[in-house]
Protein backbone atom coordinates (compact mmCIF):
# COMPACT_ATOMS: atom_id res chain seq x y z
CA UNK A 1 0.00 0.00 0.00
CA UNK A 2 1.26 3.39 -0.92
CA UNK A 3 1.92 5.64 2.05
CA UNK A 4 -0.65 8.26 0.59
CA UNK A 5 -2.96 5.63 0.96
CA UNK A 6 -2.32 4.92 4.32
CA UNK A 7 -2.36 8.50 4.93
CA UNK A 8 -6.06 9.05 3.62
CA UNK A 9 -7.52 5.94 5.39
CA UNK A 10 -6.27 7.80 8.56
CA UNK A 11 -7.88 10.94 7.58
CA UNK A 12 -10.77 8.87 6.86
CA UNK A 13 -10.85 7.54 10.37
CA UNK A 14 -9.97 10.71 12.25
CA UNK A 15 -12.82 12.14 10.02
CA UNK A 16 -15.35 9.73 11.37
CA UNK A 17 -14.66 10.02 14.61
CA UNK A 18 -15.46 13.79 14.40
CA UNK A 19 -15.09 13.82 18.15
CA UNK A 20 -13.52 17.30 20.56
CA UNK A 21 -10.38 18.10 19.92
CA UNK A 22 -8.17 18.45 17.33
CA UNK A 23 -9.40 16.58 14.86
CA UNK A 24 -10.58 18.56 11.75
CA UNK A 25 -6.88 20.07 11.61
CA UNK A 26 -5.73 16.39 11.91
CA UNK A 27 -7.65 15.87 9.36
CA UNK A 28 -6.14 18.13 7.71
CA UNK A 29 -2.55 17.98 8.02
CA UNK A 30 -3.33 14.22 7.04
CA UNK A 31 -4.98 14.94 3.19
CA UNK A 32 -1.61 17.82 3.01
CA UNK A 33 0.46 15.01 3.68
CA UNK A 34 -1.40 12.53 1.57
CA UNK A 35 -1.20 15.09 -1.48
CA UNK A 36 2.30 15.69 -0.84
CA UNK A 37 3.45 11.81 -0.73
CA UNK A 38 1.43 11.07 -3.95
CA UNK A 39 2.85 13.89 -5.76
CA UNK A 40 6.23 12.49 -4.87
CA UNK A 41 5.46 9.16 -6.10
CA UNK A 42 4.45 10.81 -9.26
CA UNK A 43 7.45 12.64 -9.93
CA UNK A 44 9.99 9.66 -9.12
CA UNK A 45 7.33 7.60 -11.61
CA UNK A 46 7.88 10.70 -14.66
CA UNK A 47 10.59 12.70 -14.18
CA UNK A 48 12.84 11.69 -11.27
CA UNK A 49 14.29 13.73 -9.20
CA UNK A 50 11.72 16.50 -9.22
CA UNK A 51 10.23 15.32 -6.07
CA UNK A 52 12.85 17.41 -4.42
CA UNK A 53 11.86 20.44 -5.44
CA UNK A 54 9.13 22.55 -3.37
CA UNK A 55 5.86 21.99 -3.65
CA UNK A 56 4.90 24.74 -5.58
CA UNK A 57 7.56 24.12 -8.34
CA UNK A 58 6.24 20.55 -8.27
CA UNK A 59 2.75 22.02 -8.78
CA UNK A 60 3.68 24.79 -11.04
CA UNK A 61 5.17 21.79 -13.55
CA UNK A 62 2.68 19.50 -13.18
CA UNK A 63 0.77 20.69 -15.95
CA UNK A 64 3.44 19.93 -18.85
CA UNK A 65 3.39 16.44 -17.23
CA UNK A 66 -0.20 15.79 -16.55
CA UNK A 67 -3.28 16.81 -18.35
CA UNK A 68 -3.96 20.85 -16.74
CA UNK A 69 -6.73 19.83 -15.21
CA UNK A 70 -5.40 17.61 -13.41
CA UNK A 71 -3.01 19.95 -12.17
CA UNK A 72 -5.18 23.04 -11.58
CA UNK A 73 -7.18 20.50 -9.71
CA UNK A 74 -4.19 19.60 -7.49
CA UNK A 75 -2.92 23.42 -6.77
CA UNK A 76 -6.23 24.37 -5.99
CA UNK A 77 -6.57 21.44 -3.42
CA UNK A 78 -3.27 21.89 -2.05
CA UNK A 79 -3.72 25.58 -1.63
CA UNK A 80 -7.28 25.11 0.19
CA UNK A 81 -5.40 22.16 2.78
CA UNK A 82 -2.24 24.38 2.93
CA UNK A 83 -4.35 27.48 4.65
CA UNK A 84 -6.67 25.70 6.60
CA UNK A 85 -3.35 23.70 8.49
CA UNK A 86 -2.54 27.16 9.52
CA UNK A 87 -4.35 28.61 12.63
CA UNK A 88 -5.63 31.54 13.27
CA UNK A 89 -7.73 33.09 16.20
CA UNK A 90 -10.67 34.56 13.82
CA UNK A 91 -11.17 32.00 11.21
CA UNK A 92 -13.36 28.62 12.22
CA UNK A 93 -11.94 24.98 11.42
CA UNK A 94 -12.51 23.54 8.27
CA UNK A 95 -16.67 21.57 9.01
CA UNK A 96 -16.33 18.01 8.23
CA UNK A 97 -18.20 18.30 5.34
CA UNK A 98 -15.74 20.64 3.97
CA UNK A 99 -12.68 17.89 5.33
CA UNK A 100 -15.00 15.38 3.24
CA UNK A 101 -15.07 17.10 0.09
CA UNK A 102 -11.45 17.45 0.18
CA UNK A 103 -10.90 14.26 1.11
CA UNK A 104 -12.54 13.25 -2.30
CA UNK A 105 -10.28 15.36 -3.80
CA UNK A 106 -7.41 14.41 -2.70
CA UNK A 107 -8.10 10.53 -3.35
CA UNK A 108 -9.46 11.65 -7.13
CA UNK A 109 -6.29 13.38 -7.78
CA UNK A 110 -4.45 10.20 -6.35
CA UNK A 111 -6.21 8.18 -8.70
CA UNK A 112 -5.30 10.45 -11.68
CA UNK A 113 -1.22 11.16 -10.69
CA UNK A 114 -1.16 7.10 -9.62
CA UNK A 115 0.13 4.60 -12.23
CA UNK A 116 -1.64 3.30 -14.85
CA UNK A 117 -3.55 -0.02 -14.49
CA UNK A 118 -2.90 -2.33 -16.63
CA UNK A 119 -6.49 -3.05 -18.46
CA UNK A 120 -7.55 -7.07 -18.09
Same mark, same amino acid.
Given at each position: ?5 ? !???? @? %?? *? ?5 ? &?? $? ?37 ? !???? @? %?? *? ?5 ? &?? $? ?42
Amino acid at each position: MAAYAR !LLDD @A %DT *VLRSGGR &GP $WPRTTTFLLRKALESCMRDFWRRVQPGMERCGMRTQLLC !LAEY @A %DE *VTARRSA &GT $WAALSAACHYHGYELNPTAGALRALHNEVRVLAERLGPISPSL
